[in-house]
Each structure stands twice: as C-alpha cells, then as structure tokens.
C-alpha cells in the first residue's frame, strides 16, 4: 500500500474531459477534436493539491503551476492510447486506490476525505478520474514493450502524431 500512496504523490495529475458548448475564450487546447478548458488548469492544480496535501503541494505548485496545460493534454493523450489499445481497469483497483489515498492523507478518515473535497469543489468521481490516469500514466512509464525503452521520446512522438491546437 505504501507503493500506492508514494504512485499518488509522484504522478498527481489530472485529466477533466472537456465539455461542449463551451465558448471559444475558455478553451485553452484542443486535443484529437476534445476541448481542454481554461478552468480545468485550474481544477488539475486543486487536485493536485488535494492528493497532495497543502504542505507537499506548496513544493511543486510553481513547476505544476507553469506545466498544467502540458499536463492535461499528455493525461487526454495516454488515457486516449490506452483505450485504443484496449487497456481496461477494474473498479475495484480505483476503489482500492480511493481507500489508500484516504489511509494516506486522511488516516482513514472517510469523512475528513468527504470533507476536504467540498472544500475544493471536487467529488469523488474527479478523485477517481485523476487516479485512473496516474495508474495509466504509470503503466506506459514503466513498460518498455508499451514505451520503447524510453517514454520521453515515446510521448513526445505520441504528440506529435496528434492534432493538438493551444489557443492563444
């Protein structure tokens, strides 16, 4: 379980999917025709913080403050070419995640858990989305038949092989 909570707090990203009908000025990118919002830089960096914790937060919020665009669209790109490939995940591991991610930050605590998400304007299905692509993440970084032997370069040709547009 401590391997878990360590994946938390080293791959603490998060992909919101973009919803329609929104106007062109809060879109921030597009990726393969899917719309990154500007609000959801803002609410990678309140999960962030919240799988975090404030204080291990205050140490990265700069570098994630600067890369959250980045970030949303290399979550949409693995979590798209995980799909395509087939790649499925039970509930039960997001479950289990869910569980020591409270163990972790809330001492297992679930109503302290609860708690901290209202407080955030996050729920639980947010929590489950950005865990889902951590392990996502974590799969590709650590597989090289999937990567290549270096994921960098395998991300970096995984983007260039999509339709990506930042809007100004």
């Known amino acids: 379980m401590k391997t878990l909570s360590k994946l938390l707090l080293l791959f603490a990203l998060v992909t919101v999917e973009s919803h329609a009908n929104q106007s062109g000025s809060d879109i921030a990118a597009t990726v ?3 719309r990154i919002l500007e609000a959801d ?3 990678s960096l309140d999960l962030t913080e919240f799988v975090l914790g404030a204080a291990n937060f205050q140490r990265v919020r700069q570098e994630r ?3 959250a665009l980045e970030d949303e669209i290399d979550r949409h790109l ?3 070419e995980f799909k395509r490939m087939g790649g499925q995940v039970k509930p039960e591991h997001i479950d289990q995640l869910v569980t020591d991610l409270i163990a972790f930050r809330f001492n297992g605590n679930e109503t302290a858990f609860k708690d ?3 407080t955030f304007d996050l729920d639980q299905d947010d929590i489950r ?6 392990l996502i ?4 970084q650590n597989d090289e038949a999937l990567n290549g032997g270096n994921f960098d370069e395998w991300l970096e040709k995984l983007r ?3 339709d990506i547009s930042i809007s100004e």
């Open 65 to 67: 403050e600067g890369s």
């Open 41 to 43: 830089k803002s609410k």
């Open 78 to 80: 693995l979590r798209e």
């Open 129 to 134: 989305t950005r865990l889902l692509d951590n």
């Open 116 to 118: 901290e998400l209202s």
């Open 137 to 140: 993440s974590k799969v590709f």
């Open 32 to 34: 393969n025709d899917v």
């Open 160 to 162: 260039g092989k999509s």
